[in-house]
């Protein structure tokens, strides 16, 4: 996502009158005194307050519409933002466009009205300077407004591109059990990395490629691995955002760690997302005792079980050559 940041009020001000000062710079002398004044204000208040509406009605636009999005993502954005005081927020900034529209039009007809009668160049001045302060106060006005727009904007920008469209494999298991390791050993470009309220330590998006067709592998630590009573309510909506990917979920073991617990996570997540595909990885197999390896194979025999080994290399092939279904029922084992 890309929306735009705006400026604080003070400086979006300066750099509105900016442009509008440079524009009247360049503005060609008249016959007249009068009607050089007269062309120059015009262009001051016609240039700044374009630049204020371009810039106010353009960050408005960038914002996704809430109403139609994929459920997914409005659960997702749920639980980063506000949307009830965004769109508070949106509506303020969009309010005060508007009337800045206002504001411009009607100094512009003032101005085009003034006739040449002496003095009137005082008044070409003061009809800017009333357009100035009155665009000014409402601009200040926009100081928290503008603050949590940005600051919403930082948190949506941040989100990776998820295609929920398309196939996807999600990592799960408890923390510190190999589950970056996985992820960078079956994705063929560096991970996206972006920081959520609901994780610790982020969100991470990988992409490897089955016959020419891109799949998406996330990792989503500290947000499926610990049970689900142990969450608050914007941790549960995260979490059953994820229930509207499609996929396989990859639920990593490892056999140094508490097997009780790791099961009962994983018969949680089972039926949490009872329509997905899982497959067991057993991590850190290089370092654990043959006894706890067979301990995993036990405890999970009815499911497809794939060994870390050398660079899981024999995952990387499983899922290349896999269309969809990738886990085993209890018969094909």
Wanted: aromatic share 8%.
């Amino acid at each position: 996502m890309n929306i735009p940041f705006i400026e604080q009020p003070k400086v979006l001000l300066d750099a509105a009158l900016s442009r509008g000062r440079k524009g009247a710079a360049g503005y060609a002398q008249q016959k007249t005194h009068f009607y050089t004044v007269k062309g120059k204000e015009l262009t001051k208040i016609d240039i700044s307050g374009e630049y204020l509406e371009e810039k106010l009605f353009k960050a408005v636009s960038k914002f996704p519409s809430f109403d139609t999005l994929e459920p997914f993502y409005k659960d997702l954005y749920e639980c980063i933002i506000d949307i009830n005081e965004l769109r508070k927020n949106l509506s303020s900034i969009t309010s005060v466009a508007r009337i800045i529209k206002n504001q411009r039009r009607e100094g512009l007809v003032k101005l085009k009205e003034l006739k040449y009668v002496h003095g009137n160049e005082k008044k070409a001045f003061e009809i800017t300077k009333a357009y100035v302060g009155r665009i000014a106060s409402l601009l200040k006005g926009l100081k928290e407004p503008i603050a949590y727009f940005n600051e919403s904007a930082r948190k949506l920008n941040e989100l990776p591109s998820i295609k929920t469209n398309e196939e996807c494999i999600i990592i799960a298991g408890f923390p510190n059990v190999g589950k970056s390791t996985l992820l960078s050993k079956i994705t063929e470009s560096k991970p996206e990395i972006a920081a959520y309220p609901f994780t610790t330590k982020g969100l991470n998006v990988g992409v490897f490629h089955r016959r020419f067709m891109p799949i998406q592998v996330i990792d989503t630590p500290g947000l499926l691995d610990r049970p689900l009573h142990e969450r608050n309510k914007i941790e549960l909506k995260a979490v059953t955002a994820f229930q509207y990917l499609e996929g396989t979920i990859l639920f990593a073991v490892d056999p140094l760690d508490d097997m009780i617990k790791q099961k009962g996570l994983f018969d949680e997540l089972k039926k949490l997302f009872s329509k997905h595909k899982f497959m067991i990885v057993v991590t850190k197999t290089d370092i654990s005792p043959a006894d706890k390896v067979e301990e995993v194979q036990k405890v999970f025999d009815s499911y497809e079980i794939i060994l870390e080994g050398n660079g899981l290399n024999n995952l990387k092939e499983r899922l290349m050559i896999r269309e969809k279904k990738v886990s085993v029922s209890p018969a094909e084992n």
